[in-house]
């Protein structure tokens, strides 16, 4: 088709600018009646993602990937900054999955929220959010993608401490911050060396460039920015503290679109990573550790939305794990895949919470299965995927990233740490179903459970159908670029599967103790699980001890103490005051004095007379 | 006093230094220095006081010490040398030992403990003689001794200074300030003595106008310790305003005539590359002029807590006219005004 070009970048501005306008009117317009956010931005949402379908499936027809240059911003000599999009497979993907799933979000929002005053201020943040993720997933020069990699992060602290009053909510916005903040040292350095060594930001240019130049420092730079962003271990406390904020909020960033910012950093800048060994190994055992951390400490939390909290940045490990497997287009296909079944996982536990009357504790939910049945169903469905039973979205991606870990010759210390925390994720997984599903209730009787609402029940049915058919439909409509391990014995094959039922029927069985009697188990053992590794304890009280005894000594000590008192004015005074009460005081009105002096000043001249 | 009595004891006194100061052969000037020694004792203890008693009987003590250790020194050099010229000392132990006597006598460290004692013993004018008519004679001697070992003058001077400083900062009495002040000024003209002569005669006749000046003013507010030089501005309030120049003068401050003995020595002591002697007299002049500036603050700058009404002056037509008061103004105004003088009054003394 001729205009195929045409119609691909008009459809993907239409969509853009459907996103933009309810900002405008929102300014335009003073006083916004009741239902603005739904008619306004749920609406512009639903448009934009089925505007921006018009670009998927052309792209999936014909193959076709556009970049956008839009404006020449400004130069500094020969370097050129640009707004470009690139519409390539990675973002004509990922835009109407995040819109999709975004659609969802607002709509089960509208329900969440309704009791809120500030509802509209609350669905324009995350409108904003959406549009800055969109610019970062579009990016085509490190800048703009930089710009969306700091709206996502202003978002994120914005819609944290969305209930300010709350001294938690603040603190763990500004956790966010701090913690994202040593990411984005990482992210600077890696523009800066680009800026210098590779003459330009824009992504073509970089992955030709650096062809024969030594990547280590600013992949090093870039790893450091996705841990900061993606919670990887090490930067890590952030994500379960955000749960502070509304449900929707943790669904939409927490889940599916701002924790993998960082991983889709690297996968588009997988290229210039690809022949980097020492890149790749330090993302493998970095995202090793992190899903096998956050797998155990995910096993002893009691909060449900924690529980989702950590098997996100337990999946994000296992995508990091991926990238260090040089394979970027698996990772990509598991960020797809994850935004689905984490989103509606979140919904899930907005449902219930809600209908429970905000009880966020697991022990305190039971046998809802028989009182709200679709959302635990959804739940259901959503960890299944999540474990990666077969066919369903989790499958194809995290079974791929399995066989590939397998089939690969990298390092088994990594492989063992993975399927470990792929086998412990179907343990937390049913530990949350069987507390909340299952048996008898263990909450208060006159609760206002109810889910015969349209706002709640259509998002989970959509993100459901989304959950179970969009593995398949990604995996049959584009084929990997990098051809997949084909033929292996059935073991390793099955390794996946059999470590999953082998995580499930153990904690299947360990689900039959809870309401028999059984010699008391020592909690020593779970004091690694559920202070979470130590890693707050040490480092929230550490760091900052440190360095504000260090800012105390050179500001008060080193400086003030030092220059004003030891050696300046103050030393002065005491010196002159002591001596002047010296010199006072040696005369007692006695003339032995004056006489005594006299004559061993006189000794003293006749014996220095002789030499 | 009779005034018979006073007369001649004052004739006495003038004979004394009139005496040493013509004087070539050690004997001689051994005598003027012991007239004047005695003419003075009675001034001193004319009150009868214990203090005053106790005064004079150290005085007496100590210029009896320094005076007979001078003719131990000179009859040995004597015998040592053939003749008694003053000008012609050799030896170098008996020049030591006579610069030490005459340093006592002009009370510089380490042997000054007796001049604040002395001083506070006596009153304001007997105070005033013995600051500054009782170190002409000792310093006139000082002058004409040759080959005195430099280092010995040098510390004793800076020592002076030294101590006249930080001496005077623990003091309430004025007369023991004024002492120590003393000490300070002749430690700085002991400092510049061996290397120009006329410079240290005109430190230390400026020193004399001041400490003069001072003197008198005092004795006009009928003052002895700092809590009463705050009443100074009902009694006399043009003393009051002058006051705080003429401490300043003291303190050694430009365009004051009190700047121009240490600017010329500090001078003196850069040329000849003697920059820490310089430094450390500089910066300890700075102590004695923080007692100096307590002192005018009482004076001028500061009021008692009281109310309205007594803000006016309340002694009108108060008869201040003691004996020396005719000699305020000559005094004050060579304080003062004697700076822009310097280079003509300079040839003088050379």
């Known amino acids: 088709m001729p205009s195929l070009h045409i119609i691909l970048t008009t459809s993907f501005i239409i969509t853009l600018v459907i996103l933009i306008s309810p900002v405008f009117t929102s300014i335009l317009y003073k006083s916004l009646n009741r239902n603005w956010h739904t008619h306004h931005i749920k609406t512009a949402v639903k448009m934009a993602f089925f505007t921006s379908l018009l670009p998927l499936f052309l792209h999936h027809h014909t193959g076709t990937e556009l970049t956008i240059t839009n404006l020449h911003w400004m130069n500094i000599m020969t370097f050129d900054i640009n707004t470009s999009f690139k519409l390539d497979h990675l973002s004509i993907t990922f835009v109407p999955i995040a819109l999709y799933v975004t659609w969802a979000i607002l709509e089960f929002a509208s329900w969440y929220m309704k009791s809120d005053p500030n509802i509209n201020q609350f669905f324009k943040f995350l409108l904003i959010f959406l549009i800055a993720m969109v610019t970062l997933v579009t990016a085509n020069n490190m800048f703009q993608l930089f710009i969306g990699w700091e709206g996502v992060g202003i978002m994120s602290f914005l819609l944290i401490g969305w209930w300010w009053a709350r001294a938690d909510a603040n603190t763990a916005a500004l956790q966010a911050v701090l913690y994202k903040g040593v990411g984005d040292v990482g992210l600077i350095f890696t523009l800066g060396w680009m800026a210098t060594n590779l003459n330009s930001w824009e992504m073509q240019q970089m992955y030709i460039t650096a062809k024969s130049l030594d990547m280590n420092a600013p992949l090093i730079g870039l790893i450091l920015a996705a841990t900061g962003k993606s919670a990887q271990f090490g930067l890590h406390p952030w994500l379960p503290s955000a749960m502070e904020g509304p449900t929707p909020v943790s669904a939409l960033l927490h889940s599916s679109t701002m924790v993998v910012a960082g991983i889709f950093l690297l996968v588009r800048l997988s290229p210039l990573m690809q022949d980097n060994p020492f890149a790749l190994t330090t993302c493998l055992i970095l995202g090793a550790l992190t899903t096998l951390f956050t797998t155990i400490c995910a096993l002893t939390q009691n909060d449900i939305k924690k529980i989702i909290a950590f098997s996100t940045s337990s999946q ?255 030393t002065i005074t005491s010196l002159n005051l002591s001596l002047a009460t010296t010199t006072s005081n040696i005369q007692k009105g006695m003339m032995k004095t004056f006489l005594s002096l006299f004559f061993t000043t006189l000794m003293i001249i006749i014996l220095l007379n002789y030499y | 006093m009779n005034p018979y009595l006073l007369i001649v004891l004052l004739t006495s006194l003038g004979l004394g230094t009139a005496l040493t100061l013509s004087s070539t052969h050690w004997l001689l000037a051994w005598l003027g220095l012991e007239v004047g020694t005695l003419a003075i004792l009675p001034l001193m203890a004319q009150r009868h006081h214990p203090r005053a008693t106790e005064a004079a009987t150290k005085y007496f003590i100590v210029q009896a010490t320094a005076a007979a250790t001078l003719l131990f020194a000179a009859f040995n050099n004597a015998w040592l040398q053939g003749h008694s010229d003053i000008q012609h000392m050799s030896h170098p132990l008996f020049t030591s030992m006579i610069t030490l006597a005459l340093l006592l006598k002009l009370g510089l460290a380490p042997m000054h403990t007796w001049m604040p004692q002395v001083i506070q013993g006596v009153s304001l004018n007997t105070g005033l003689i013995v600051s500054t008519w009782q170190k002409i004679a000792p310093f006139i001697l000082l002058l004409q001794i040759k080959q005195i070992h430099p280092p010995l003058l040098t510390i004793i001077g800076l020592a002076s200074i030294l101590i006249g400083g930080w001496g005077g900062l623990n003091q309430t009495q004025l007369r023991k300030i004024l002492a120590y002040s003393s000490i300070a000024h002749l430690g700085w003209i002991l400092l510049i003595l061996q290397h120009s002569t006329a410079l240290a005669t005109y430190a230390l006749l400026i020193y004399i106008f001041m400490t003069s000046a001072t003197f008198i003013t005092l004795k006009k507010c009928k003052a002895t310790t700092i809590n009463m030089l705050t009443t100074t501005w009902t009694k006399a309030p043009t003393i009051t305003l002058v006051a705080p120049l003429m401490l300043l003068s003291l303190g050694g401050l430009p365009p004051l005539s009190g700047f121009a003995p240490k600017w010329f020595i500090l001078q003196e002591l850069t040329q000849l590359n003697f920059i820490p002697h310089a430094s450390i007299a500089a910066m300890a002049a700075l102590l004695s002029l923080s007692y100096y500036l307590r002192l005018s603050y009482s004076i001028t700058l500061s009021l008692s807590p009281n109310n309205l009404p007594e803000c006016l002056q309340w002694r009108v037509n108060y008869p201040i006219s003691t004996p020396l008061s005719s000699a305020l103004p000559a005094a004050l105004a060579l304080t003062l005004f004697l700076l822009p003088l310097t280079p003509s009054a300079l040839t003088l003394i050379i």
């Open chain 1, 316 to 570: 994000s490990g296992l995508m990091m794990v991926t990238i260090g497997l040089n394979q970027p287009y698996l990772a990509f296909l598991h960020i797809c895949t994850h935004a689905f079944f984490k989103a509606m996982l979140f919904l899930c536990s907005g449902v219930i919470i809600h209908a429970l009357n905000n009880e966020q504790d697991i022990r305190k939910m039971g046998g809802l299965l028989y009182l709200i049945p679709t959302t635990t169903s959804c739940l259901t469905i959503g960890s299944l995927a999540l474990m990666g039973t077969p066919f369903l979205a989790g499958f194809f991606s995290k079974d791929a990233i399995i066989e590939a870990l397998n089939n690969s010759y990298l390092n088994a210390w990594a492989l063992a740490l993975t399927l470990l925390a792929t086998s412990l994720t179907a343990a937390y997984s049913l530990r949350m179903i069987f507390f909340v599903n299952m048996n008898f209730p263990r909450f208060p009787a006159l609760s206002p459970i109810n889910e015969n609402i349209k706002s709640i029940t259509n998002p989970l049915k959509r993100l459901a159908w989304g959950t179970i058919l969009a593995g398949d439909l990604m995996t049959c409509a584009v084929l990997p670029p990098k051809p997949p391990m084909l033929s292996m014995p059935p073991y390793i094959k099955l390794t996946a599967l059999v470590i999953t039922i082998l995580g499930l029927t153990i904690a299947l069985e360990l689900a039959l103790f809870t309401n028999k009697q059984r010699p008391y188990m020592p909690k020593q053992y779970f004091y690694f699980s559920t202070m979470l590794g130590y890693y707050p304890t040490i480092m929230h009280r550490f760091f900052p001890y440190t360095f504000l005894k260090l800012s105390q000594t050179i500001g008060t000590m080193t400086i003030d103490q030092t220059w004003l008192e030891k050696t300046g004015p103050k």
